[in-house]
């Protein structure tokens, strides 16, 4: 049974959003698609199409915030892996019945119109985990 079925993005933590699209741009060749603001979050966030995939640059708007305090914590770099699921409850659902530890419980409003929910690092090595339902 297959529950992923890309990697929708990776996400990045930097503490300056501009200088960074701009060294991706130059360095890599990647135009950023993307760009949104998530207030509630306080955190900036642009994503840089590779393939079917992104990179997604995360800037914190404030200090006090899961972003900053990440970069206070452990300084710029690699934030998260997404991946893309059909059917983001019934994964949380397996997910949870596997015993594995969840951030969301239900599927929340993620970027770009998609759903998404969080897996606590915890429970993959280290590694914090996004999964990302895509609409239609
Ligand atoms: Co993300």
């Not at 701009?22 to 698609?33: D, M, N, S, W």
């Not at 305090?69 to 997404?82: K, N, P």
């Amino acid at each position: 049974m297959r529950i992923v079925s890309d990697i929708d993005h990776v996400g990045i933590a930097v503490r300056d959003l501009d200088a960074a699209v701009l060294h991706y741009g130059r360095t890599l060749g990647v135009e950023p698609a993307h760009r949104e603001t998530l207030e509630v979050q306080g955190v900036e966030a642009v994503f840089l199409e590779v393939g079917r995939s992104a990179i997604e640059l995360m800037a914190p708007l404030r200090r006090d915030s899961p972003v900053g305090r990440f970069l206070d914590r452990r300084g710029e770099g690699f934030h998260h892996v997404a991946y893309r699921v059909d059917d983001l409850a019934a994964t949380l659902a397996h997910l949870d019945a596997e015993g594995v530890r969840l951030v969301d419980r239900e599927p929340r409003e993620g970027s770009r119109g998609t759903r998404i929910a969080f897996v606590h690092p915890s429970a993959f090595g280290g590694v914090l985990i996004e999964l990302v339902e895509v609409p239609g």
